[in-house]
């Protein structure tokens, strides 16, 4: 997530895509469009600056985001939020950056270790 090293992003959802439904991955997932639904990875999410998700449970390794999200949240590592961020739900992470004008509504729970559950 540092600006000299660009991550891996496998799946990308572009600006004028909407999908409602299920996403499970092992790579990155970037977020442009409108998202609807439960999105589990193992790598880095990112919502862009364009992106809407709603989700009842989004889980990743780290997440960068510049959108809009809605629901619940659990991150093993780093979350960073930028300045364009608005973010209303629950959040569980290691780690948090909030960007100045960031609008955060809900609550936040960080702890040391979180880990991911398989699902089956």
Not at 15 to 28: D, H, L, M, S, Y
Not at 34 to 49: A, H, M, Q, R
């Amino acid at each position: 997530m540092n600006k000299g090293n660009t991550p891996q992003v496998d799946t990308h959802i572009g600006e004028t895509t909407v999908i409602k439904g299920e996403i499970r991955a092992k790579g990155g997932v970037r977020i442009d469009g409108d998202f609807e639904g439960n999105l589990e990875t193992k790598d880095l999410l990112i919502i862009g600056s364009s992106g809407k998700v709603k989700a009842n449970e989004v889980k990743a390794k780290n997440a960068k985001i510049g959108g809009v999200f809605s629901g619940k949240m659990i991150i093993e590592g780093k979350v960073h939020m930028e300045k364009t961020a608005k973010f209303d739900g629950e959040l569980y992470c290691k780690s948090l950056m909030i960007e100045e004008g960031v609008i955060f509504n809900g609550k936040c729970l960080m702890e040391e270790k979180i880990k991911i559950k398989e699902q089956k």
